[in-house]
């Protein structure tokens, strides 16, 4: 199956290395740097038990106005954006030609409201999420090493399955059969805001704190009052979901559910955290403070999630010119 990523970094690499592995053609379009050293460097992936692979079937899209010539057999099928959240809006203007006619969006970010951005600018795609807990590192720009194996969730977003044609469920189903083939073990999730919003949830109260303490997420679990701290910054948001009539789950404990995360995770220096050692940009916009601007909305005071925004546009404004 032809599929077209955009935005190859850990992730892309990750899911796209992947797929390729499993025999899928995948189509780039990548920051130029990264394709100018796919040109002279072969892709590697560093499996989960250390099997280093050479990627193959994984090459550089032709340039726009080429690719949306290409006949419907060598136009890719799907595309997967797997850039940063905060890129999305840029991407989908820099790709309009080819987001306009490619019937089938899949997103793979963390983040809330992801998705109300393509919905925006693509009203007619079908769009889903895929929301995943599998961690990936970069050991270099052309090797992405495979960190962590956990769930990832197909969230169907728009528009309801039924209303979507048999070519295209067909398209879904053959990308679903790949993604298992290729390794990844799939949920087909009945509830995608509840998948959307409870990774959200788990990473609203671990990335700012862990990225301002500086501490591991194992190291986070030893500190009562920053466990507390966790627990008041998920409960406030929750009270924003519950009033954005988010359909959680009732029997759900978020908060304990957190909690785990952070033990079975108990090494990794989270993701935000990461974001800050390497003095990059974050996603805080995608997480805490979209808690913020939905309270703002609502009339809803949230000042963890508010305090936790500021500090860390604080730390990025300190490395960010
Ligand atoms: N790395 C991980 O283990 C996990 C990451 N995620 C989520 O996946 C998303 C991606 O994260 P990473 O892969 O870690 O980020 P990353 O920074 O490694 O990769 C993003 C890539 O997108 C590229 N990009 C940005 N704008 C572009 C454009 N206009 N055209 C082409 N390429 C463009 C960047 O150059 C970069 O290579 C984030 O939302 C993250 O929260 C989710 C689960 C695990
Ligand atoms: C689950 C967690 C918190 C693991 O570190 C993560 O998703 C991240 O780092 O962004």
Same mark, same amino acid.
């Given at each position: 199956m032809r599929i077209l990523l955009i935005g190859p970094g850990s992730i892309g690499v990750l899911f796209g290395g992947k797929l390729a592995l499993a025999g899928n053609r995948i189509l780039i379009y990548a920051r130029p740097h990264f394709s100018t050293i796919l040109k002279e460097h072969p892709l590697k992936l560093t499996d989960i038990i250390n099997k280093e692979h050479v990627v193959p079937n994984f090459e550089k899209a032709p340039p726009i106005p080429e690719l949306i010539k290409l006949s419907p057999q060598e136009f890719p099928k799907i595309c997967l954006i797997t850039t940063k959240s905060y890129d999305l809006e840029s991407v989908c203007r820099e790709y309009q030609p080819v987001l306009n006619k490619i019937p089938i969006i899949g997103l793979i970010q963390n983040g809330i409201g992801n998705e109300e951005i393509i919905e925006n600018n693509y009203p007619n795609s079908i769009i889903f999420r895929i929301i995943t807990s599998h961690g990936a590192m970069r050991e270099n720009i052309s090797h992405i090493i495979h960190t962590g194996i956990g769930n990832t969730s197909i969230c169907q977003i728009? %528009? %309801?399955?039924?209303?979507? *044609?048999a070519e295209n469920k067909q398209i879904i189903k053959e990308f679903t059969d790949n993604l298992q083939y290729a390794g990844f073990e799939l949920k087909l999730n009945k509830n995608p805001l509840e998948a959307i919003w409870r990774k959200a949830l788990t990473n609203i109260g671990i990335n700012a704190i862990g990225a301002l303490t500086q501490l591991t997420n194992g190291e986070l679990l030893k500190s009562e009052s920053l466990l507390n701290l966790i627990r008041k910054t998920i409960n406030e948001a929750i009270l924003i979901a519950n009033k954005l009539q988010i +359909?959680? #789950? +009732? *029997?759900? #404990?978020y908060v304990q559910n957190t909690l785990e995360v952070l033990k079975n995770t108990a090494t990794n220096k989270n993701s935000m955290l990461q974001d800050v050692l390497r003095k990059k940009k974050t996603e805080i916009e995608f997480l805490n403070e979209k808690i913020v601007n939905y309270g703002k909305k609502m009339h809803i005071p949230t000042p963890i999630n508010k305090t936790l925004s500021q500090l860390i546009h604080g730390l990025e404004n300190s490395y960010i010119l």
């Open positions: 728009k %528009p %309801p399955y039924e209303n979507i *044609s +359909p959680l #789950d +009732p *029997s759900f #404990d």
